[in-house]
T-cell receptor, first 111, second 114 residues
Framework: GDSVTQMEGPVTLSEEAFLTINCTYT??????LFWYVQYPGEGLQLLLK?????DKGSNKGFEATYRKETTSFHLEKGSVQVSDSAVYFC??????????FGKGTSLLVTP | DAGVIQSPRHEVTEMGQEVTLRCKPI?????LFWYRQTMMRGLELLIY????????DSGMPEDRFSAKMPNASFSTLKIQPSEPRDSAVYFC????????????FGQGTRLTVV
């Protein structure tokens, strides 16, 4: 079945450092791919998405490119801020309509 | 719109008791999802509805769990009887025309079964 694998956390970075969170997926067909973010005590919010190969999703300085050849959707940001501290979830949606999530990667950004 | 509203935010109950979690989706959304989040298993889809009809309940862990959506603006997730291993954060989410659009999540219900 479909699945998403994310890098284990926690990830700790200094402010203004470069961020990469790796995400790979296994799916048949042509899934849509997403990154969601969860701040402490809150529900998940959509950060960005890509619906077809080679699409790049971007939002709030975060980017991810849908790479079908490597079945990847890595999240990047050039300069993280303390306010980016959160848990990040990679997810896919395939022929069904429900999101299939990775286990999440916790990010802590220190001043 | 106030977003997806879940109640209660926190619930502590004794093992064996019935627990009911509630969700009000965003008006106009036709999909509703229930997820469970634990440290060990991450986010698991329990069940989802389309136009108030359950579409996939294969994630419901066992018969102690049941979910209903009597109308477009309300859904419940019931656990009877509850067990300590049911302790988790339960999220409700809704979307319009599936998840290729955005799924909006509630703030969750933190359930503790003692």
């Amino acid at each position: 079945g479909d699945s998403v694998t994310q890098m284990e956390g926690p990830v700790t970075l200094s402010e203004e450092a470069f961020l990469t969170i790796n995400c790979t997926y296994t799916a048949t067909g042509y899934p849509s791919l997403f990154w969601y973010v969860q701040y402490p005590g809150e529900g998940l919010q959509l950060l960005l998405k890509a619906t077809k190969a080679d699409d790049k999703g971007s939002n709030k300085g975060f980017e991810a490119t849908y790479r079908k050849e490597t079945t990847s959707f890595h999240l990047e940001k050039g300069s993280v801020q303390v306010s980016d501290s959160a848990v990040y979830f990679c997810a896919l949606a395939n022929s069904g309509y429900a999101l299939n999530f990775g286990k999440g990667t916790s990010l802590l950004v220190t001043p | 719109d106030a977003g997806v509203i879940q109640s209660p935010r926190h619930e502590v109950t004794e093992m064996g008791q019935e627990v009911t979690l509630r969700c009000k989706p965003i008006s106009g959304h036709d999909y509703l999802f229930w997820y469970r989040q634990t440290m060990m298993r991450g986010l698991e889809l329990l069940i989802y509805f389309n136009n108030n009809v359950p579409i996939d309940d294969s994630g419901m862990p066992e018969d102690r769990f049941s979910a209903k959506m009597p109308n477009a603006s309300f859904s419940t997730l019931k656990i009877q009887p509850s067990e300590p291993r049911d302790s988790a954060v339960y999220f409700c989410a809704s979307s319009f025309q599936g998840v290729n659009t955005e799924a909006f999540f509630g703030q969750g219900t933190r359930l503790t079964v003692v």
